[in-house]
């Protein structure tokens, strides 16, 4: 801070007020130090008399020197009423000069090379000459406010901070600031509506927590073997664990780390406005401000901080509230300090708060690589990780950000677990809240718009996240989105998970090349690896984070023409439905590849199928008869394979229940299309049973049923159902099923549990013996796989009730 903006009668009446506890101890002992000498009390003994404190520095010629330093109150003069405290200080001054002092560690008694009385006021003319003539001795000094005043502002101005705090101000402006400032900066212009509140706000608010692996204690010791244990906490906990004063928050983009921090200054305002003293002070900076802050100090931004929130000159907290640990430094998103050696200054300049105020908690934030880790000064942080959020917050995110909508919590939490468990990704606040804008999800599709879901979400990944939080990405997210594609679609081709660094930068440098812009290879390649969160890297090569990002990429990147030769592939499945979702209008596509596909064998069909009715979920501007007649297509073709799937391989016939189910379940999902109310009902209505091969024709009724079941219409289903007695019973198994699936493992209305209960009670009778014979084949298979460690396996008793 400018030490001249504070008046020199209010710093003369800030260290007259101060008791002579505080003054030796908050205002001496900080401006010796920052002068360059040693704090005595790490080298002296306990015993020392005459002083309140010694220090130790060396002269030019490095000679051991010790200062002992005598501290008063108030003023110093040879009034009647004053001249017994300059009796007093001579006594303690005599006794000071006289007394050799200790240094642990050098074996050595030195007597002080300088005893200097320091006052908090004045000490006048008088006052000197007596104690000069008295002690005669060439080592005493005297330092009285006038000599403090001009030191403290050069080395030590942070002294003067709050000598007239205005604190409520403040509080009440980061209350302000989070309550009014969206959390969702990159999201915004996705959502329904402008106004968006904060994440970090109570009244909308998804409690994250953080965990860290801690050795293993067993009754205060240490376990045996340095076992590790797993410790998790809310994010408001990191800043109540005793001893614990820096901590360092690691998790994805996304992941909900300038929420974690925002929820830190949030509540910590809230509390200190509700009290009468020991106030706290949440300051919030960004990294990037620290490294970019040239000589000035963390205090100094943090001052200017306190400035801009509040709009007033005053600074809120004061030197005590460094001192005594009630200033909270928030430091958001380390690894925007793209440099390693800036954040390692970060750190550093950090690590200089914390040595002068070592009470004061610093938190930093930071996307989670080796590279954060491995920087120098992180190691003294306890390091946490953010957990992943659970299908219960996930939809409490997508209420909220669909509020005023009429939004079904059970259809949103229905489609956020398939969204998790079909496709094979962690919820994160990003991810779902980009979801939410972005997604219609009251049907059964598996979403709808997956594409799009990935497409706005990777975009923020490789541009538009760092972008709305005030980092400028030097390459435009399309052209990264068109290099990955590129990537993604070479890796697939081969069907190989990782490359090596140099083929990974071998392919940009030649899409860039052939663009004339071979020069940006090198920068476009770092902001790929490092920024995007997309890729997981070392020295043995690259791969993208989970397969689904390679596949999303592969997807949208793969040529029309290439499509026949890759859609009976499950290899490519998933990126076949990327590909429909980034063309989600081309319906005379699906009677190209239908036509292809009726052209092949009976298990390519199959395949196809069930590629197909994936793909066709993803179009979601496919004209509706499309969808219609690619489902009844669908269920034909399952039916055609039944016998050639169930029959055609010898291990499978030996145990005909789990091929059957590997049958259900592989074409479960693919039926999972959204119709209209209207075809749901044609469905029903136009069933007909005359003709045809009667195995296949009960087939085709069943999937017709697993359809209804998986779009949610279970009145439809249990209308279908009526007089369904199939020869091969095992169908009325996959019926069973379902309905267990949607009471137990999907997130469904009561109403729709209360159907699939009734329609599974009607076949439960016939599906329970065909539950004990599957139990057999698994218990069978199991012994077959596990090489001479046999072991069997009995039957839940609730299985047996089944």
Same mark, same amino acid.
């Given at each position: 801070m400018d030490p001249e903006l504070v008046p020199l009668t209010k710093k003369y009446r800030f260290l007259g007020a101060m008791d002579e506890d505080r003054f030796r101890d908050h205002v001496v002992r900080p401006l010796f130090l920052r002068k360059g000498l040693k704090d005595g009390r790490d080298l002296c003994g306990p015993q020392e008399q005459g002083k309140d404190a010694v220090f130790v520095t060396e002269d030019p010629f490095g000679t051991m020197e010790v200062w002992a330093v005598q501290t008063k109150r108030g003023r110093l003069n040879m009034a009647s009423d004053a001249k017994a405290n300059v009796v007093t200080a001579e006594t303690q001054l005599r006794t000071a000069l006289k007394t050799k002092v200790t240094i642990l560690g050098k074996r050595q008694r030195l007597l002080p090379s300088k005893v200097i009385l320091c006052v908090s006021g004045s000490i006048n003319a008088a006052a000197r000459d007596y104690l000069h003539e008295t002690l005669d001795d060439a080592r005493l000094m005297f330092m009285d406010r006038d000599d403090l005043?001009?030191?403290?502002?050069?080395?030590?101005?942070?002294?003067?901070?709050?000598?007239?705090?205005?604190?409520?101000?403040?509080?009440?402006?980061?209350?302000?600031?989070?309550?009014?400032? /969206?959390?969702?900066?990159? %999201?915004?212009?996705?959502?329904?509506?402008?106004?968006v509140s904060p994440?970090?706000?109570?009244?909308? *608010?998804?409690?994250?927590?953080?965990?860290?692996? =801690?050795?293993?204690? !067993?009754?205060?010791?240490?376990?045996?073997?340095?076992?590790?244990?797993?410790?998790?906490?809310? =994010?408001?906990?990191?800043?109540?664990?005793?001893?614990?004063?820096?901590?360092?928050?690691?998790?994805?983009?996304?992941?909900?780390?300038?929420?974690?921090?925002?929820?830190?200054?949030?509540?910590?305002?809230?509390?200190?406005? /509700?009290?009468?003293?020991?106030?706290?002070?949440?300051?919030?900076?960004?990294?990037?401000?620290?490294?970019?802050?040239?000589?000035?100090?963390?205090?100094?931004?943090?001052?200017?901080?306190?400035?801009?929130?509040?709009?007033?000159?005053?600074?809120?907290?004061?030197?005590?509230? #460094?001192?005594?640990?009630? %200033?909270?430094?928030?430091?958001?998103? #380390?690894?925007?300090?793209?440099?390693?050696?800036?954040? @390692?200054?970060? #750190?550093?300049?950090?690590?200089?708060?914390?040595?002068?105020?070592?009470?004061?908690?610093?938190?930093?934030?930071?996307?989670?690589?080796?590279?954060?880790?491995?920087?120098?000064?992180?190691?003294?942080?306890?390091?946490?990780?953010?957990?992943?959020?659970?299908?219960?917050?996930?939809?409490?995110? =997508?209420? *909220?950000?669909?509020?005023?909508?009429?939004?079904?919590?059970?259809?949103?939490?229905?489609v956020l677990r398939r969204l998790q468990e079909v496709h094979g990704i962690d919820l994160n606040p990003l991810l779902v809240t980009v979801f939410a804008a972005t997604s219609e999800y009251c049907g059964r599709d598996v979403p709808a718009n997956i594409t799009e879901l990935f497409k706005k979400y990777t975009e923020m990944m490789i541009g538009r996240w760092d972008a709305s939080k005030g980092l400028a990405q030097q390459y435009q997210a399309p052209m990264k989105d068109f290099l990955?594609?590129?990537?993604?679609?070479?890796? !697939?081709?081969?069907?190989?998970?990782?490359?090596?660094?140099?083929?990974?930068?071998?392919?940009?440098?030649?899409?860039? /090349?052939?663009?004339?812009?071979?020069?940006?290879?090198?920068?476009?390649?770092?902001?790929?690896?490092?920024?995007?969160?997309?890729?997981?890297?070392?020295?043995?090569?690259?791969?993208?984070? !989970?397969?689904? #990002?390679?596949?999303?990429?592969?997807?949208?990147?793969?040529?029309?023409?290439?499509?026949?030769? =890759?859609?009976?592939?499950?290899?490519?499945?998933?990126?076949?439905?990327?590909?429909?979702?980034?063309?989600?209008?081309?319906?005379?596509?699906?009677?190209?590849?239908?036509?292809?596909?009726?052209?092949?064998?009976?298990?390519?069909?199959?395949?196809?199928?069930?590629?197909?009715?994936?793909?066709?979920?993803?179009?979601?501007?496919?004209?509706?008869?499309?969808?219609?007649?690619?489902?009844?297509?669908? %269920? @034909?073709?399952?039916?055609?394979?039944?016998?050639?799937?169930?029959?055609?391989?010898?291990?499978?016939?030996?145990?005909?229940?789990?091929?059957?189910?590997?049958?259900?379940?592989?074409?479960k999902e693919s039926v999972a299309v959204a119709l209209s109310p209207a075809e749901r009902t044609r469905l029903v209505d136009e069933w007909a049973e005359a003709g045809g091969d009667k195995s296949r024709v009960e087939t085709e009724r069943f999937w017709r049923i697993v359809a209804l079941q998986e779009m949610g219409a279970l009145a439809q289903a249990e209308e279908l159902m009526r007089g369904f007695a199939p020869k091969d019973r095992r169908l009325l198994l996959g019926v069973f099923l379902g309905c267990v699936f949607i009471q137990r493992l999907r997130v469904t209305r009561p109403e729709e549990r209360r159907r699939a209960k009734h329609l599974g009670d009607r076949v439960a009778g016939k599906a329970r013996p065909l539950i004990r014979q599957l139990v057999e084949e698994l218990q069978s298979t199991i012994l077959e796989l596990r090489k001479g460690k046999i072991a069997a396996i009995e039957l839940p008793a609730e299985a047996e009730a089944e």
């Open positions: 005043v001009p030191a403290i502002d050069e080395v030590y101005p942070e002294l003067w901070l709050g000598i007239d705090p205005d604190i409520y101000p403040y509080l009440r402006a980061v209350k302000r600031d989070v309550e009014s400032a /969206s959390d969702m900066l990159a %999201v915004v212009d996705l959502l329904p509506n402008a106004s994440a970090a706000k109570t009244d909308y *608010y998804v409690p994250l927590r953080l965990y860290r692996l =801690v050795e293993g204690k !067993h009754k205060g010791r240490t376990r045996r073997g340095g076992l590790a244990s797993m410790e998790e906490i809310p =994010v408001e906990g990191v800043l109540k664990k005793r001893g614990q004063r820096r901590a360092l928050i690691m998790g994805g983009a996304g992941s909900g780390k300038s929420t974690a921090l925002k929820r830190l200054a949030y509540v910590t305002a809230t509390a200190s406005l /509700s009290r009468d003293a020991n106030h706290e002070f949440p300051i919030m900076l960004r990294a990037t401000q620290v490294a970019g802050a040239g000589a000035m100090s963390v205090v100094d931004l943090a001052q200017r901080e306190t400035r801009r929130l509040t709009g007033r000159e005053k600074v809120p907290f004061t030197a005590m509230d #460094l001192i005594e640990g009630r %200033v909270i430094f928030l430091i958001d998103a #380390l690894d925007e300090v793209s440099m390693p050696e800036a954040r @390692k200054t970060v #750190l550093g300049r950090l690590s200089e708060v914390h040595n002068q105020y070592p009470e004061c908690p610093i938190i930093v934030t930071a996307r989670d690589s080796a590279e954060i880790r491995a920087t120098a000064g992180a190691a003294e942080y306890v390091q946490y990780s953010i957990s992943a959020i659970s299908l219960k917050q996930a939809a409490q995110i =997508v209420a *909220y950000v669909k509020r005023g909508a009429k939004v079904g919590t059970e259809d949103a939490e229905e990955l594609r590129q990537v993604g679609l070479r890796m !697939h081709r081969r069907k190989s998970v990782r490359i090596s660094r140099e083929e990974f930068e071998a392919i940009v440098r030649e899409e860039l /090349s052939r663009r004339d812009r071979h020069e940006e290879v090198r920068g476009v390649v770092e902001e790929l690896l490092t920024r995007s969160g997309l890729f997981r890297w070392d020295d043995g090569g690259v791969e993208f984070r !989970h397969l689904l #990002l390679q596949e999303f990429f592969a997807g949208r990147g793969v040529p029309r023409a290439e499509l026949t030769s =890759v859609l009976a592939d499950p290899w490519w499945r998933r990126a076949v439905v990327f590909y429909f979702g980034e063309h989600p209008d081309e319906s005379e596509l699906f009677e190209e590849l239908r036509t292809w596909a009726e052209g092949q064998d009976i298990r390519t069909q199959f395949e196809a199928a069930i590629s197909l009715g994936l793909a066709v979920q993803a179009s979601y501007l496919v004209e509706g008869g499309i969808k219609t007649s690619m489902l009844y297509w669908i %269920v @034909k073709t399952f039916a055609a394979a039944k016998r050639e799937l169930l029959e055609g391989d010898k291990w499978i016939r030996s145990k005909p229940l789990l091929g059957y189910i590997a049958y259900y379940l592989s074409g």
